[in-house]
């Protein structure tokens, strides 16, 4: 079973620091990387998609790639108390595969 | 313009029911989704469609029948549910399944439609 594991939370940070989430995936073979947003009782909102390894950097935004390590983290620069939300990594398998797994989510607060 | 859009917002029926969720985009993409989401938990995938071609059925029970009319509407046919299958209907579409590591496999997500069971 092909598996995305993201720490639960909440993942709580002062207004105005840097928060930090971590997603580790088991399918080596996977090309494609995604971070949602998700606010209660809202759907998915695409935050950033990475494919290469390394840093992509999108305003307060920055995604890293590991894929040695099958790691993918997202940053989030100047924390707004607007950003508390579920955070969810989405992984996109090898081989062609049409399934994107979906990790359980890391819930960030963001204190004013 | 990377909308998708689904009807209805909301949506309560009975188990003897049978009623309708739609999804519709106009990007272009080839891939349309159709995700179930329970509170506190990811979204689930139900259905793909490829190039209007039924990809993926997640062993989803007879009681959910998607349809692909054409490469910009999606259907999800509801019939005599059951309480534990209320949740959040999500729809999503990419725009070229059959390549990956690039963007046009980015998935985009409607608003989604909020399903209750009686």
């Known amino acids: 079973q092909k598996e995305v594991e993201q720490n639960s939370g909440p993942l709580s940070v002062p207004e105005g620091a840097i928060a930090s989430l971590n997603c580790t995936y088991s399918d080596r073979g996977s090309q494609s990387f995604f971070w949602y947003r998700q606010y209660s009782g809202k759907s998915p909102e695409l935050i950033m998609f990475?494919?290469?390894?390394g840093d992509k950097e999108d305003g307060r935004f920055t995604a890293q790639l590991n894929k040695a390590s099958q790691y993918v983290s997202l940053l989030i620069r100047d924390s707004q108390p607007s950003d508390s939300a579920t955070y969810l990594c989405?992984?996109?398998?090898?081989?062609?595969?049409?399934?994107?797994?979906f990790g359980t989510g890391t819930r960030l607060k963001v204190l004013a | 313009d990377t909308e998708v859009t689904q009807t209805p917002k909301h949506l309560v029926m009975g188990m003897t029911n049978k009623k309708s969720l739609k999804c519709e985009q106009h990007?272009?993409?080839?891939?349309m989704y159709w995700y179930k989401q329970k509170a506190k938990k990811p979204p689930e995938l139900m259905f793909v469609?490829?190039?209007?071609?039924?990809?993926i059925n997640e062993s989803v029970p007879s009681r959910f029948s998607p349809e692909c009319p054409n490469s910009s509407l999606l259907n999800l046919h509801l019939h005599a549910l059951q309480p534990e299958d209320s949740a959040l209907y999500l729809c999503a579409s990419s725009q070229d399944p059959l390549r990956s590591g690039g963007a046009g496999d980015t998935q985009y997500f409607g608003p989604g439609t909020r399903l209750t069971v009686l």
């Open positions: 469609y490829s190039y209007e071609k039924l990809s």
């Open positions: 990475i494919y290469s390894n």
């Open positions: 990007m272009g993409h080839r891939a």
């Open positions: 989405a992984v996109r398998g090898g081989g062609g595969t049409y399934k994107y797994i």
